[in-house]
C-alpha cells in the first residue's frame, strides 16, 4: 500500500529554513506527480507546490514563490520541500501528497516564531 513520511518540521525563527523531506513507498514514484500542502489551524488545507514525475515542471502558490523550491530524488523516492524566508504565516502542519487522493501522509509541524 502506499505510504508517504514526512519529516524535516520544527520551530524556526522568521527568516529561517527549512527542509522537509517525504519518503514514498508502495507505489511507482517516478511515474507520479507530487505535491506539498499546508493547513494551518482554523484554515482549510491549501496547496503549496507541486512536480511533475520527472521534475521538469513544478507549481507554486503565489505566497511562496521566490521562497520554496519542491525537488524530487526518483532514485530515493522522495519528494522534498526547501523552504527559505519563512514567515509566521507560514506556521502549519505541511502534508505530503500523492499518487491518488487519498494518499496523504501523517504531517510534519511547521512553526515559524520569535
Known amino acids: 500500500q502506499v505510504q508517504l513520511v514526512e519529516s524535516g518540521g520544527g520551530l524556526v525563527q522568521p527568516g529561517g529554513s527549512l527542509r522537509l523531506s517525504c519518503a514514498a513507498s508502495?507505489?511507482?514514484?517516478?511515474?507520479?506527480?507530487m505535491s506539498w500542502h499546508r493547513q494551518a489551524p482554523g484554515k482549510e488545507r491549501e496547496l503549496v507546490a507541486s512536480?511533475?514525475?520527472?521534475?521538469?515542471?513544478?507549481n507554486y502558490r503565489d505566497s511562496v514563490k521566490g521562497r520554496f523550491t519542491i525537488f524530487r530524488d526518483n532514485a530515493k523516492n522522495t519528494v522534498y520541500l526547501q523552504m527559505t524566508s519563512l514567515k509566521p504565516e507560514d506556521t502549519a502542519v505541511y502534508y505530503c501528497?500523492?499518487?491518488?487522493?487519498?494518499?496523504w501522509g501523517q504531517g510534519t509541524q511547521v512553526t515559524v516564531s520569535s
Open positions: 501528497h500523492g499518487p491518488g487522493r487519498g494518499d
Open positions: 508502495g507505489f511507482i514514484f517516478s511515474m507520479y506527480t
Open positions: 512536480i511533475s514525475s520527472t521534475g521538469g515542471n513544478t
